[in-house]
């Protein structure tokens, strides 16, 4: 047999099938070998998802009929709601300049549009809103989450003391949720004043108002004494009031509803966003490495083996426990390591984090072993569909994140995943793969040829792809 015949053989009969590159599912795919945690069931008597979406659709329809508005006029003006534009708005929908604006607020809140500098986009849950019960469910999620921007904090009140009280509603929020039906305003009174009072104690916080010790002090102090504490450090916290507030925020995001004041009652919609955030805290506590206390690297190796949905439940956790700055400033960091699974998964927790990460992931795309996946993340966050999001990559940016992908899966996955990644490449046949990957210079290429070489069942391929793989190493042509 010459030299030539497998090369011959090679071409004729190695045609890759042109499909959508999916690096990150395939890059799960590989550490996924094991069974996942069946789905926890909600509290019995919760309605179905299409129901509980069909309530959330009812309280943001006001926010979505403006997000659609604006999505229309495209008006750069828009992104600041400017007076005129409310007003344009309030025309052509037939509703007051407080309910533009009210709406407004609630649209970008729950993600049906996004701010990109002047310009408001449709957000891709305002696309889906019509056909997808689960991305309504989410958004109206983001909305809930934020109670305490929809309706402002009284003006009088310490922001210190607001803080606290936003602290420590998910106490208020979980007495309700197991006494499944009305409960007293008194008792959540009581409650909410012992949960502030030990969140002062944990962190060692002198209790507000006069002490005992203060009436013993020298009432004429002179001028040269210390200055008097802030203002808000010697004045009582009016929790009362704070919790009023706090049922009325959380009654206008439709979690809950007020009977004149009397006792609070969850309504289905806060019910279940309750239990999943109870849902997500058991997660996080429960998982192999305690995530929600790791540092990102190990974090994102303790989530390699979770389907997405409890992944991201695991990445809000993690999150929720840090600064924006810091947790994405660790993300990147990991992506810039050797381990191409943990780049993978470090973007996908950075889509989770959303627009507050968009302006240093976008600084990292002068990085060449992170540019495909930040072109990604940004066109995703720009509204395209995951599934188009591939089309901005050039053909040398998709061949090295094909190659990355493949290193991923050679240093975690099985040889046959491997071989089903070879159909993801973009090329029509392995030799122009091969050619365009020795060209692309991936710092993994020999490694990915050797592993394919060694799982492919066919022994021309394989030579090919050894021959190759030599070629890389020994940088001949």
Wanted: glycine letters at 6%; hydrophobic letters at 45%.
């Amino acid at each position: 047999m010459t030299s030539r015949k497998p090369d011959e053989q090679l071409a004729r009969n190695s045609r890759l099938r042109l499909v959508r590159p999916r690096s990150l599912a395939t890059a799960r795919r590989a550490v996924t070998t094991r069974g996942t945690r069946p789905a926890p069931r909600p509290p019995e008597g919760t309605p179905a998802p299409s129901e509980l979406a069909r309530q959330a659709r009812t309280v943001l329809a006001d926010a979505v009929r403006i997000a659609r508005w604006a999505a229309v006029e495209r008006d750069p003006s828009t992104a600041q709601l400017t007076g005129r534009t409310q007003e344009r708005a309030a025309v052509a929908l037939e509703l007051t300049a407080l309910q533009v604006r009210a709406g407004w607020d609630r649209a970008r809140l729950a993600g049906l549009v996004e701010l990109h500098g002047d310009t408001a986009r449709p957000g891709w849950r305002l696309r889906a809103w019509d056909r997808d019960d689960m991305a309504v469910l989410r958004g109206w999620v983001a909305l809930f989450d934020a109670w305490s921007l929809v309706h402002p904090a009284p003006d009088d009140v310490a922001p210190t003391a607001v803080a606290e009280v936003v602290e420590a509603v998910p106490q208020v929020l979980s007495l309700l949720q197991l006494s499944a039906g009305p409960v007293l305003v008194p008792v959540l009174l009581d409650l909410l004043q012992q949960r502030v009072a030990e969140l002062r104690e944990e962190r060692c916080e002198v209790p507000y108002g006069p002490q005992p010790e203060d009436a013993d002090a020298d009432p004429d102090r002179g001028s040269d004494s210390e200055p008097d504490p802030e203002p808000d450090a010697g004045t009582p916290v009016p929790v009362a009031l704070l919790l009023d507030w706090a049922l009325e925020g959380l009654s206008a995001v439709g979690a809950l509803t007020l009977d004149k004041g009397r006792s609070a009652t969850l309504t289905p919609l806060g019910n279940w966003a309750v239990w999943v955030k109870l849902e997500q805290i058991c997660v996080a506590a429960q998982s192999p490495a305690g995530n929600i206390e790791q540092s990102a690297e190990d974090m994102l190796r303790g989530c390699a083996r979770l389907t997405p949905g409890p992944a991201r439940a695991e990445y809000r956790a993690w999150l929720a426990a840090r600064t924006v700055s810091s947790a994405v400033a660790e993300l990147l960091g990991v992506a810039r390591g050797e381990d191409a699974l943990l780049r993978g998964l470090a973007f996908e927790a950075l889509r989770v984090v959303g627009a507050p990460a968009e302006g240093e992931v976008r600084v990292a795309a002068d990085e060449p072993s992170l540019r495909p996946y930040v072109l990604l993340w940004l066109a995703e966050h720009e509204g395209a569909d995951p599934e188009d999001a591939a089309d901005v990559l050039t053909r040398e940016e998709a061949t090295w994140l094909w190659v990355d992908t493949a290193a991923a899966v050679a240093d975690h996955g099985e040889p046959q995943l491997l071989l089903r990644h070879l159909d993801s490449a973009v090329q029509g046949t392995v030799p122009a793969l091969l050619d365009e990957v020795r060209a692309g210079g991936h710092p993994r290429t020999v490694q990915v040829l050797v592993a394919l070489a060694a799982a492919h069942p066919d022994p021309a391929l394989a030579k090919a792809v050894r021959r190759a793989a030599f070629q890389v190493h020994t940088g001949g042509a």
